[in-house]
């Protein structure tokens, strides 16, 4: 690579080489997701952990004593919130191996500890409070394989940008390498050589096997005569190539073809197999290395997320749950809901990112988008008219047209000065508004909807707001703890549980009634939450 | 050498004479700068008081635009609004700006004046949406009775899933919906003509052998049969006439159908365009240039605008196309002409591509002043067409019947997309009669056919200072032949 030369900076890196392993991992914003499933490490060996927090939400990357239940640990900061706040909600737990700082959003942190030399696989979790039970990993801990055995190499020098075939050329020098780890010493020459490394290495049976190279500049790695992987040309050591090669149990010939033009110069190769971890073969090891990752499976497609500011954002069109007529509504706070205009009604609440456009604005927009954040409730578990009247509160609720509810009449929605919108329709002749406020903030703690409707007309004889439908309403903390088991929307599975009070709110039958009046409040809240 | 020497002498030849005539010397294109934060998919687009404009966008987003008369440098956006289902109609009206979204007219109004809509009040949501990617809508500006009109998507190519599907429909100034055509397939746009008749373009598929611009008469049949069924919600319509037979002809059909109006001018698939779009006239008074009253029909998918001129022949508009202009950056779908003569235009290519290359784009169109030498308008006659021209033919090459190459075709009428030109029928042009003022020229054909489109050129054809025609191609669809 021709960069700026100076002796003094390579004369450094030769001596800095530490077996230390970087594993980098992100949050996905919005999806309260990490981007890494599964990361491998050595035992004992120097683990150096970087978080990216990219989401809006705090995290933290806790790791955790192989086989702890961390939903339970995380779960017990809940017991004193107040103490596990002051700990930024780090369990306090003898499970707890090592973790990073609560990283604030668009932050990082990171964590330099030593991998348990016990094989085994630690589980790791952000432990933010409604967190744990999507954001989780685990770290493999992973015996290390076999090094190389009779390392020799044998220095060439000549001027070249491209490896040269070094069977036709006469080695400089030639000797043993007592460590038995690939490395660059920078005694002779530090431009204009090349350095061939032959050894054996010891399959420890038969299968396939991984060889990670990267080099400063380019290299080609053999075994038994065979090209497995290469980087030829002059360029830097920021990528790491991996190459498969199927090997016999037993001893195989390695060979490492080098070569170094002008500037920077390093070499870094390491392997790994079924049985054992990703093992350096090299003394250098690039600080970008992570050994072997995981990738977290992510949806797939470019992500467009509609970000929340300091005013609501409304995004109408064809949202998941929410009918062929639904608005979304992203409130500053991090809460978010799905209102129909075909219901008349809310549909959805739910907390985290809002929604995600790229499914409607990347090509020609076609299905229905859910929503981007986690938590999501259904009040009424489905699409629902919001009033009906009924001759008793046992009384089934009437069947829903599909396309317009029957006797309502949508008639838009108005805008408040800080942009928060009123839904404005008519039932039976009863002009209807229906609003909503949050309060609280869900990155911060707790988040709370307040939903008000206000009824300007003659409202008829045992009319009533249905609040909530569910297999199981519980009067609790001051409202009515709500669940109605399961339900998913594209694939990913919520629990339809939440909190909800309103001031004269009666059960009746599966349904949770509030008598129709001019004027109703409505409070509704996360089940870890408080609708006081 | 040898070479060299006669890329000389043709070089000298093409410099003595005259430089072509470019579309660009007459009509120039400029393209405005849209706000980083947005891709500006101009879906419509309407003219507000004081020289503003309003950019409705696919991804439902409402701009008003100011100082987009002048210097591009200087145009200036606000959003007025966002978040609705895309904006594929704007209408301005008494202070308020009617959107037509993909399931409701409404009514925008900003109450504090901070250029922000502030009351999105539903005028009309009933017609049906079933959450097809495929059923858009798109809105008109009142017509002369004070009504919205919208036309609705099928479902797809085919079929109507929900209700109105496939129709046109008008929104009365109460909200009321009035179903009011059937036979609507996939359209790209609605405009009114001079006099406020209405119009719509529709897509090339299942019974559109081509693109085309359709005349949207109360109470008729506009050929796609797909969204048929809905007469039965709709009593004011009749009853249900009679479904085309594939694989027939548009002529023949009409003959069974009486509620059937045949295109009033196929926009000729791969010539003029793939994919038609907005419409709109030229009400500039000259502005615009020589083209007054004309209509011009722009293409998502060519990223071009064409001509078209249109005459009532027996109670029917039909009429020609001509190339106009060409080379906008992106598909075009939205497009308004302001009485000061400029043509604002914009679109995307996303889903569809367009020749334009860019995804999307908002444009403007300017006459230079200039007068192309172009063939103004094309009448039918009982036994040929009457060309006027927009300057002075040189009297010997537009008498002379060599200067001038006809053919005439048509489509299968067919459930089947899209589909071949057939029945080739090659005309002899027996006369062509220069007028004493030498700005007509008056053309016989041995044989008009009825229902076919009359592909003309005149290549031959020079002005009286020796150019020739900007754009020697007309395609007239001759649903009637003239009795005089």
Same mark, same amino acid.
């Given at each position: 690579?021709?960069?700026?030369?100076?002796?003094?900076?390579?004369?450094?890196?030769?001596?800095?080489?530490?077996?230390?392993?970087?594993?980098?991992?992100?949050?996905?914003?919005?999806?309260?997701?990490?981007?890494?499933?599964?990361?491998?490490?050595?035992?004992?060996?120097?683990?150096?952990?970087?978080?990216?927090?990219?989401?809006?939400?705090?995290?933290?990357?806790?790791?955790?004593?192989?086989?702890?239940?961390?939903?339970?640990?995380?779960?017990?900061?809940?017991?004193?919130?107040?103490?596990?706040?002051?700990?930024?909600?780090?369990?306090?737990?003898?499970?707890?191996?090592?973790?990073?700082?609560?990283?604030?959003?668009?932050?990082?942190?990171?964590?330099?500890?030593?991998?348990?030399?016990?094989?085994?696989?630690?589980?790791?979790?952000?432990?933010?409070?409604?967190?744990?039970?999507?954001?989780?990993?685990?770290?493999?801990?992973?015996?290390?394989?076999?090094?190389?055995?009779?390392?020799?190499?044998?220095?060439?020098?000549?001027?070249?940008?491209?490896?040269?075939?070094?069977?036709?050329?006469?080695?400089?020098?030639?000797?043993?390498?007592?460590?038995?780890?690939?490395?660059?010493?920078?005694?002779?020459?530090?431009?204009?050589?090349?350095?061939?490394?032959?050894?054996?290495?010891?399959?420890?049976?038969?299968?396939?096997?991984?060889?990670?190279?990267?080099?400063?500049?380019?290299?080609?790695?053999?075994?038994?005569?065979?090209?497995?992987?290469?980087?030829?040309?002059?360029?830097?050591?920021?990528?790491?190539?991996?190459?498969?090669?199927?090997?016999?149990?037993?001893?195989?010939?390695?060979?490492?073809?080098?070569?170094?033009?002008?500037?920077?110069?390093?070499?870094?190769?390491?392997?790994?197999?079924?049985?054992?971890?990703?093992?350096?073969?090299?003394?250098?090891?690039?600080?970008?290395?992570?050994?072997?990752?995981?990738?977290?499976?992510?949806?797939?497609?470019?992500?467009?997320?509609?970000?929340?500011?300091?005013?609501?954002?409304?995004?109408?069109?064809?949202?998941?749950?929410?009918?062929?007529?639904?608005?979304?509504?992203?409130?500053?706070?991090?809460?978010?809901?799905?209102?129909?205009?075909?219901?008349?009604?809310?549909?959805?609440?739910?907390?985290?990112?809002?929604?995600?456009?790229?499914?409607?604005?990347?090509?020609?927009?076609?299905?229905?988008?859910?929503?981007?954040?986690?938590?999501?409730?259904?009040?009424?578990?489905?699409?629902?008219?919001?009033?009906?009247?009924?001759?008793?509160?046992?009384?089934?609720?009437?069947?829903?047209?599909?396309?317009?509810?029957?006797?309502?009449?949508?008639?838009?929605?108005?805008?408040?000065?800080?942009?928060?919108?009123?839904?404005?329709?008519?039932?039976?002749?009863?002009?209807?508004?229906?609003?909503?406020?949050?309060?609280?903030?869900?990155?911060?703690?707790?988040?709370?909807?307040?939903?008000?409707?206000?009824?300007?007309?003659?409202?008829?004889?045992?009319?009533?707001?249905?609040?909530?439908?569910?297999?199981?309403?519980?009067?609790?903390?001051?409202?009515?703890?709500?669940?109605?088991?399961?339900?998913?929307?594209?694939?990913?599975?919520?629990?339809?549980?939440?909190?909800?009070?309103?001031?004269?709110?009666?059960?009746?039958?599966?349904?949770?009634?509030?008598?129709?009046?001019?004027?109703?409040?409505?409070?509704?809240?996360?089940?870890?939450?408080?609708?006081? | 050498?040898?070479?060299?020497?006669?890329?000389?002498?043709?070089?000298?030849?093409?410099?003595?004479?005259?430089?072509?005539?470019?579309?660009?010397?007459?009509?120039?294109?400029?393209?405005?700068?849209?706000?980083?934060?947005?891709?500006?998919?101009?879906?419509?687009?309407?003219?507000?008081?004081?020289?503003?404009?309003?950019? $409705?966008?696919?991804?439902?987003?409402?701009?008003?635009?100011?100082?987009? @008369?002048?210097?591009?440098?200087?145009?200036?956006?606000?959003?007025?609004?966002?978040?609705?289902?895309?904006?594929?109609?704007?209408?301005?009206?008494?202070?308020?700006?009617?959107?037509?979204?993909?399931?409701?007219?409404? @009514?925008?109004?900003?109450?504090? $004046?901070?250029?922000?809509?502030?009351?999105?009040?539903?005028?009309?949501?009933?017609?049906?949406?079933?959450?097809?990617?495929?059923?858009?809508?798109?809105?008109?500006?009142?017509? @002369?009775?004070?009504?919205?009109?919208?036309?609705?998507?099928?479902?797809?190519?085919?079929?109507?899933?929900?209700?109105?599907?496939?129709?046109?429909?008008?929104?009365?100034?109460?909200?009321?919906?009035? #179903?009011?055509?059937?036979?609507?397939?996939?359209?790209?746009?609605?405009?009114?003509?001079?006099?406020?008749?209405?119009?719509?373009?529709?897509?090339?598929?299942?019974?559109?052998?081509?693109?085309?611009?359709?005349?949207?008469?109360?109470?008729?049949?506009?050929?796609?049969?797909?969204?048929?069924?809905?007469?039965?919600?709709?009593?004011?319509?009749?009853?249900?006439?009679?479904?085309?037979?594939?694989?027939?002809?548009?002529?023949?059909?009409?003959?069974?159908?009486?509620?059937?109006?045949?295109?009033?001018?196929?926009?000729?698939?791969?010539?003029?365009?793939?994919?038609?779009?907005?419409?709109?006239?030229?009400?500039? @008074?000259?502005?615009?240039?020589?083209?007054?009253?004309?209509?011009?029909?722009?293409?998502?998918?060519?990223?071009?605008?064409?001509?078209?001129?249109?005459?009532?022949?027996?109670?029917?508009?039909?009429?020609?196309?001509?190339?106009?202009?060409?080379?906008?950056?992106?598909?075009?779908?939205?497009?308004?002409?302001?009485?000061?003569?400029?043509?604002?235009?914009?679109?995307?290519?996303?889903?569809?591509?367009?020749? $334009?290359?860019?995804?999307?784009?908002?444009?403007?169109?300017?006459?230079?002043?200039?007068?192309?030498?172009?063939?103004?308008?094309?009448?039918?006659?009982?036994?040929?067409?009457?060309?006027?021209?927009?300057?002075?033919?040189? #009297?010997?090459?537009?008498?002379?019947?060599?200067?001038?190459?006809?053919?005439?075709?048509?489509?299968?009428?067919?459930?089947?997309?899209?589909? #071949?030109?057939?029945?080739?029928?090659?005309?002899?042009?027996?006369?062509?009669?220069?007028? #004493?003022?030498?700005?007509?020229?008056?053309?016989?054909?041995?044989?008009?056919?009825?229902?076919?489109?009359?592909?003309?050129?005149?290549?031959?054809?020079?002005?009286?200072?020796?150019?020739?025609?900007?754009?020697?191609?007309?395609?007239?669809?001759?649903?009637?032949?003239?009795?005089?």
């Amino acid at each position: 690579m021709l960069q700026k030369y100076s002796l003094f900076a390579a004369a450094l890196l030769a001596v800095s080489a530490a077996q230390a392993q970087t594993i980098n991992i992100r949050t996905i914003a919005a999806q309260m997701k990490y981007d890494v499933e599964e990361f491998t490490v050595i035992p004992g060996a120097e683990v150096k952990l970087i978080l990216e927090n990219g989401d809006d939400l705090p995290h933290n990357l806790v790791i955790f004593a192989a086989g702890t239940d961390v939903l339970a640990v995380a779960s017990k900061n809940m017991e004193k919130p107040e103490e596990a706040l002051k700990r930024d909600w780090l369990p306090d737990s003898p499970a707890v191996l090592a973790h990073t700082k609560m990283a604030g959003p668009k932050t990082r942190e990171e964590v330099v500890f030593k991998a348990p030399t016990k094989a085994g696989l630690y589980p790791f979790a952000c432990t933010f409070p409604g967190h744990t039970q999507s954001m989780q990993g685990k770290m493999k801990v992973g015996t290390p394989g076999p090094g190389l055995t009779g390392l020799k190499f044998a220095v060439y020098n000549g001027e070249w940008s491209k490896l040269p075939d070094f069977a036709t050329l006469k080695p400089l020098r030639e000797g043993d390498i007592a460590d038995n780890l690939v490395q660059l010493k920078f005694d002779d020459y530090k431009n204009q050589f090349g350095v061939v490394y032959t050894g054996k290495l010891d399959a420890p049976r038969d299968g396939e096997y991984v060889f990670s190279l990267a080099a400063d500049d380019g290299a080609r790695l053999l075994v038994d005569g065979n090209k497995v992987v290469e980087l030829d040309g002059s360029h830097s050591v920021a990528e790491i190539k991996d190459g498969k090669v199927v090997l016999k149990k037993g001893e195989h010939d390695f060979r490492l073809e080098y070569f170094q033009e002008t500037g920077e110069a390093q070499i870094f190769v390491a392997w790994r197999g079924g049985d054992f971890a990703a093992t350096p073969l090299s003394k250098w090891v690039p600080p970008t290395w992570g050994g072997e990752v995981k990738k977290a499976k992510t949806d797939g497609g470019p992500k467009m997320p509609l970000i929340v500011g300091n005013e609501p954002v409304i995004y109408r069109n064809f949202i998941s749950g929410a009918g062929n007529r639904g608005i979304g509504v992203g409130y500053p706070g991090g809460v978010n809901l799905a209102w129909s205009a075909e219901q008349l009604n809310l549909v959805m609440v739910w907390r985290g990112g809002f929604i995600d456009t790229a499914r409607h604005w990347v090509d020609r927009g076609g299905g229905a988008q859910g929503p981007l954040g986690y938590d999501v409730f259904q009040p009424v578990s489905g699409l629902s008219q919001p009033f009906a009247v009924l001759a008793s509160t046992d009384e089934e609720w009437p069947r829903t047209n599909k396309q317009w509810a029957d006797g309502y009449k949508w008639k838009g929605y108005k805008l408040d000065a800080k942009r928060y919108p009123t839904f404005v329709y008519e039932w039976n002749g009863v002009k209807v508004s229906d609003r909503y406020d949050v309060v609280g903030d869900t990155a911060k703690g707790e988040a709370k909807l307040i939903r008000t409707l206000k009824l300007d007309g003659t409202i008829p004889a045992n009319a009533y707001l249905r609040l909530a439908f569910g297999a199981s309403i519980t009067p609790e903390g001051g409202g009515f703890l709500v669940s109605n088991g399961h339900f998913s929307l594209e694939k990913r599975d919520f629990q339809n549980a939440f909190r909800i009070a309103a001031d004269g709110a009666q059960i009746g039958g599966h349904n949770l009634l509030l008598p129709a009046r001019a004027e109703m409040k409505i409070t509704y809240a996360w089940p870890t939450d408080s609708v006081k | 050498m040898k070479t060299l020497s006669i890329i000389s002498v043709l070089f000298l030849t093409t410099s003595l004479a005259f430089a072509a005539d470019k579309e660009s010397d007459f009509y120039k294109i400029t393209t405005f700068e849209t706000p980083k934060e947005t891709a500006m998919e101009v879906s419509s687009i309407e003219i507000l008081p004081g020289d503003k404009l309003a950019l $409705g966008t696919r991804r439902g987003e409402i701009w008003t635009v100011s100082n987009a @008369k002048g210097d591009p440098s200087q145009v200036k956006y606000q959003l007025f609004a966002s978040g609705q289902h895309e904006v594929m109609g704007l209408a301005w009206k008494d202070g308020a700006l009617y959107e037509t979204n993909r399931y409701e007219v409404a @009514k925008l109004t900003d109450d504090d $004046g901070d250029g922000r809509a502030d009351t999105f009040a539903t005028m009309s949501d009933q017609w049906g949406v079933s959450g097809d990617y495929h059923e858009y809508a798109f809105g008109s500006r009142f017509d @002369k009775n004070g009504d919205l009109w919208v036309v609705l998507c099928l479902t797809g190519s085919f079929s109507s899933n929900i209700d109105f599907r496939g129709w046109a429909v008008r929104i009365k100034p109460d909200g009321t919906m009035v #179903p009011t055509c059937s036979g609507i397939r996939s359209p790209g746009g609605m405009g009114f003509d001079a006099d406020g008749e209405v119009y719509f373009s529709d897509n090339q598929g299942p019974w559109r052998g081509a693109s085309t611009v359709q005349h949207l008469i109360p109470g008729t049949f506009q050929g796609h049969p797909g969204g048929n069924k809905w007469y039965s919600k709709a009593p004011n319509m009749g009853s249900r006439p009679p479904d085309p037979k594939d694989n027939s002809r548009m002529v023949t059909e009409r003959e069974r159908i009486k509620e059937l109006v045949p295109p009033a001018v196929y926009m000729v698939h791969g010539k003029i365009g793939n994919s038609t779009s907005f419409i709109c006239c030229d009400m500039s @008074k000259g502005k615009f240039g020589p083209f007054q009253k004309q209509l011009f029909v722009a293409d998502q998918s060519f990223s071009n605008v064409s001509r078209v001129f249109l005459e009532e022949v027996n109670g029917v508009k039909q009429g020609v196309v001509f190339p106009f202009l060409s080379g906008f950056k992106s598909g075009l779908i939205g497009g308004r002409m302001t009485e000061d003569g400029q043509l604002f235009a914009g679109g995307s290519d996303r889903g569809w591509g367009a020749k $334009g290359g860019k995804p999307y784009c908002f444009e403007r169109v300017d006459w230079t002043g200039k007068v192309p030498f172009e063939v103004h308008e094309m009448h039918a006659k009982p036994d040929g067409f009457e060309l006027t021209f927009t300057e002075p033919v040189d #009297p010997v090459s537009a008498a002379d019947v060599a200067s001038y190459k006809g053919r005439e075709f048509t489509y299968s009428y067919r459930a089947q997309y899209g589909g #071949p030109e057939i029945a080739d029928v090659i005309p002899k042009i027996t006369s062509a009669v220069v007028a #004493p003022d030498n700005k007509s020229v008056r053309l016989t054909f041995d044989v008009l056919t009825k229902g076919h489109i009359h592909e003309l050129h005149f290549d031959g054809v020079k002005s009286a200072d020796g150019k020739p025609v900007l754009h020697p191609i007309a395609y007239y669809t001759l649903n009637e032949i003239p009795a005089k």
